[in-house]
Nanobody, 121 residues
Framework: QVQLVESGGGSVQAGGSLRVSCVVSGRTNSIFNIGWIRQPPGKEREFVAAITWSGGSTYYADSVKGRFTISRDGAKNTAYLQMNSLKPEDTAVYYC??????????????WGQGTQVAVSS
């Protein structure tokens, strides 16, 4: 099993920045991709960003490219999502997610508890 514990998030005005972190424990050697999936109010969950656990490749949703940066620290078993130039439409619950495969909303086996990000205009 893999456990994911998130921290960070909060409230910010449009144009501001926030960082969320995800500490990973358990069978980390079973992880291929780790990233974030968000759920805006009243909407379905959507992919945000992912990084291979080896740290070699990153993937972003078109809506966050150029504004969000995903990274990982292998020594700390922690992944980070740096969010800059935040927009009100970025408001959502952000879930850390990990998978032995490509990170897809419908097939993610491991989830964090979620952290709220609220962006006001």
């Amino acid at each position: 099993q893999v456990q994911l514990v998130e921290s960070g998030g909060g409230s910010v005005q449009a144009g501001g920045s926030l960082r969320v972190s995800c500490v990973v424990s358990g069978r980390t050697n079973s992880i291929f991709n780790i990233g974030w999936i968000r759920q805006p109010p009243g909407k379905e969950r959507e992919f945000v960003a992912a990084i291979t656990w080896s740290g070699g490749s990153t993937y972003y949703a078109d809506s966050v490219k150029g504004r969000f940066t995903i990274s990982r620290d292998g020594a700390k078993n922690t992944a980070y999502l740096q969010m800059n130039s935040l927009k009100p439409e970025d408001t959502a619950v952000y879930y850390c997610a990990a998978s032995p495969y490509v990170l897809k909303v419908t097939t993610v086996p491991y989830w964090g508890q979620g952290t709220q990000v609220a962006v006001s205009s």
